[in-house]
């Protein structure tokens, strides 16, 4: 899978709100923290840029892929 180059903090957020269940638990600075309890809790910080850095954005996927127990590939694709 080719990362995307375009992707905001604020569209990464309202794909993982929308298909993930995270839900936007305030914002510290410039990064909107998120929470979910599914399957476990997990808290991540998503930099509210308007472009995200390739190493950022690939180690948010790998994080959440690692959580929810799918492929980092299928995180931006569900």
């Not at 298909?19 to 930099?47: C, D, F, N």
């Amino acid at each position: 899978m080719k990362i995307p180059r375009d992707l905001s903090g604020q569209d990464l957020v309202k794909l993982l709100c929308k298909k993930w269940g995270y839900k936007v638990v305030h914002q510290s600075g410039s990064h909107i923290i998120l929470e979910t309890e599914v399957p476990k809790h997990q808290r991540m910080a998503i930099p509210n840029h308007s472009f995200l850095r390739i190493g950022t954005l690939n180690s948010i996927l790998k994080a959440i892929a690692e959580h929810k127990g799918i492929a980092k590939e299928s995180v931006l694709t569900d």
